[in-house]
């Protein structure tokens, strides 16, 4: 039990060790990387193991290693239960003006979609909608809520 | 399209003022450090109009009150400071017909109003006077009559009239804003249209909250609406007839239409169209339907809006990496940068004047509401807040109202939406009363015009 904590400490160490190596310039905090959100307080579960949401940076649709590993568990999923269709719901945080914060939401949710693509799911069972800034899920005005609020959804359509 | 419902009946005559030169006059270009102290003379009611108008409309004086919205605008425009009516020493009626100026005088005030309403073939008639103080003369003279209904609207005609003879520049005072009335928890707002007049008063609700609606804007030409609504959660821009309820959906568009305004001749809509996580900007034409690409890149290219004349687009995209406002020529050609200041730029609007275009800007952490010179140059920023956005012009070009949101904690206490206006000098600062939280104003054109 004390051994198995200690070698997980290890590991973390290590692990966070390896990634400020990588980036030495990104700030990592045990909720967001850079400022990429990589908490789990908001992550939901479209089956067990495969979570529902992928984060990204400010004004960034580009997929981080995570969002495309979460991605690929949806593909797999989406595979496995081929009469499922689901709605890419694309956000972005308060901090940018309303009609640009659609734009990106929308580009957000099409980065999700391009990559389920390339993993063998059909465009046809993949609707995209942007809600802007329209629907945070924290209401908070401080870096880690923004962070929460930058997300592309996958939500079961039917 | 007509504007029988809003428009004045009948302006009927102009009474020879005895002067046609007037001496006050009132500079708009700086910061108003010293506001012209104005009296407005309660109007006078006819005696035996008295009654008419306690039965019509419950209103012990409705002089006073048509005075009251008068003063309300002149106050809120920052150029004039309206003296209080205590200290008043000559009578309405007496003062309408000649005002003993050294009473005037005596407290202080440069411009004086009289006037006198009554009640004749089922109309209200507005009769005013816009008094030289110390030159004792009278610059302005003027009647009307309208639907007894309509009395705010009298106070603001009265308004704008006062305002072009001492500016020498059109008023905006007799106009009305449409903005997004919110409520609920910050993670899931109820938003509806609303529509009220500029001062706040005879608020409308133009959709009941069952759908996200966002970013209305009027046709300058009419009472003709354009916005985004979520209505089915298919995000599409509508057009609203705002008399008659009538709404439709903007063109037959497979996803995504947002950022809709109106060319300046209110004949073709400019919105975004998002595909494939790629926005572009297109037109349309209200009478033929026809669509038109206006940019082509695969950037998001939003928030477009034309110059007076209509033969230019300024608009706002992230094709350098970051958002930045541009300029075009109105088929697409001739694209060019022209925000080039530290921080990111949005939401890009032509003033009216067509020599200036305000913007939103983001820099350090901080929003900022500014102007610059159609070719980028004189950047001047107006005000500073934790967040602010989306200005829209009055139709004058000299005030611009934009909204406003404060910081809260994660449970979403703090959190508050709200209209605010900001002379074009920067002075004047003032939040827009209105009975719910607030965004996305839009500026009506002169309703009497």
Known sequence: MKLNKIFKNILLVVFAGLILSACATKKVTNQMQGDVYTGKDTVEYLASGVPDRVFFATNESVLTTASRETLRKQAAWLRKNSKINIVLEGHADERGTREYNLALGERRANAAKDYLMTYGISGNRISVISYGKERPVDSGSNPLAWSKNRRSVSVKAN | ?449
């Open chain 2, 1 to 449: 399209m007509k504007k029988t419902k809003f428009y004045l009946f009948v302006l009927l005559l102009i009474l020879l003022p005895k002067t046609s030169f007037g001496l006050i006059e009132v500079d708009i270009t700086r910061g108003n450090l010293n506001p012209l102290p104005i009296a407005v003379s309660p109007l006078f009611v006819e005696t035996k109009s008295v009654k008419d108008f306690q039965n019509l409309l419950k209103k012990d004086n409705i002089g006073e009150d048509i005075s009251a919205v008068v003063e309300n605008n002149l106050k809120s425009s920052g150029l004039f400071n309206p003296l209080k009516r205590e200290a008043f020493l000559q009578k309405p009626d007496i003062a309408h017909l000649k005002p003993r100026f050294e009473d005037w005088s005596l407290i202080k005030a440069q411009a004086l109003i009289t006037g006198e309403v009554k009640y004749e073939n089922e109309k209200l008639r507005v009769e005013f006077r816009l008094w030289d103080v110390l030159a004792g003369k009278e610059m302005m003279a003027l009647a009307f009559t309208t639907v007894p209904d309509n009395w705010r609207r009298v106070g603001h005609i009265i308004t704008d009239k006062v305002y072009q003879r001492l500016t020498g520049e059109k008023g905006y005072f007799d106009t009305r804003i449409i903005y997004v009335s919110e409520k609920g928890p910050k993670t899931n707002r109820v938003k509806k249209l609303a529509i009220m007049d500029q001062d706040g008063y005879n608020t409308k609700y133009l959709t009941l909250g069952n759908e996200l609606v966002l970013t209305p804007r009027f046709n300058p030409t009419n009472q003709m609406v354009t916005y985004l609504s979520y209505f089915k959660n298919l995000p599409r821009v509508y057009l609203l007839d705002i008399e008659t309820g009538v709404q439709e959906v903007v063109g037959d568009f497979p996803g995504m239409t947002f950022a809709p305004r109106f060319s300046p001749d209110g004949k073709k809509i400019i919105m975004s169209f998002a595909k494939d996580g790629n926005s572009d900007i297109y037109t349309m034409d209200l009478e033929n339907r026809i669509v038109e690409k206006i940019t082509n890149h695969p950037s998001i290219d939003t928030s477009p809006s034309f110059s007076p004349d209509g033969k230019y687009i300024c608009f706002n995209s992230d094709r350098s990496g970051y958002q930045q406002i541009y300029v075009m020529k109105s088929d697409g050609t001739k694209v060019k940068r022209i925000s080039f200041g530290k921080g990111l730029y949005g939401t890009p609007v032509w003033s009216p004047r067509g020599d200036l275009i305000a913007f939103t800007k983001l820099h350090k952490g901080k929003f900022y509401i500014g102007v610059m010179r159609v070719d980028g140059s004189g950047e001047r920023l107006l005000t500073e807040n934790y967040y602010q956005e989306a200005p829209s012009w009055s139709p004058n070009g000299r005030v611009l109202i934009f909204y406003r949101e404060t910081k809260s904690d994660s449970e979403g206490k703090g959190f508050s939406a709200k209209l605010w206006s900001i002379d074009l000098t920067g002075y004047n600062e003032r939040l827009v009363d209105t009975e719910t939280d607030a965004s996305d104003p839009s500026w009506s054109s002169l309703l009497s015009e």
